[in-house]
Nanobody, 120 residues
Framework: QVQLVESGGGLVQAGGSLRLSCAASGSIFNLYTMGWYRQAPGKQRELVATLTSGLISNYADSVKGRFTISRDNAKKMVYLQMNSLKPEDTAVYYC??????????????WGQGTQVTVSS
């Protein structure tokens, strides 16, 4: 079982920066692929960035070069540094922990989300 708590959201002007944090509980945090997803009003939840236990990262094309995901396994923390923010980055951002249990099953945990609003 993993519990996730996000923080760091807020209101920022376009071009500004924010750093989201996700605090995780659980004894095997380092085995999970950690990720950030976002959901804007009226839209489906979408992947922003993921980072495997082996530190392989993946980013949505829309945030490449602007966002950076990182993790600190000792502190059980995941971060999303967001630079050059745009109004279209406005959304609720969710932290995710994912682990494949077998070829047919996986474990996924979600935080409660944190609002990011970028004004133009």
């Amino acid at each position: 079982q993993v519990q996730l708590v996000e923080s760091g959201g807020g209101l920022v002007q376009a071009g500004g920066s924010l750093r989201l944090s996700c605090a995780a509980s659980g004894s095997i945090f380092n085995l999970y692929t950690m990720g950030w997803y976002r959901q804007a009003p009226g839209k489906q939840r979408e992947l922003v960035a993921t980072l495997t236990s082996g530190l392989i990262s993946n980013y949505a094309d829309s945030v490449k070069g602007r966002f950076t995901i990182s993790r600190d396994n000792a502190k059980k923390m995941v971060y999303l540094q967001m630079n050059s923010l745009k109004p279209e980055d406005t959304a609720v951002y969710y932290c995710n922990a994912h682990r494949s249990l077998s070829m047919r099953s996986s474990a996924d945990y979600w935080g409660q989300g944190t609002q990011v609003t970028v004004s133009s």
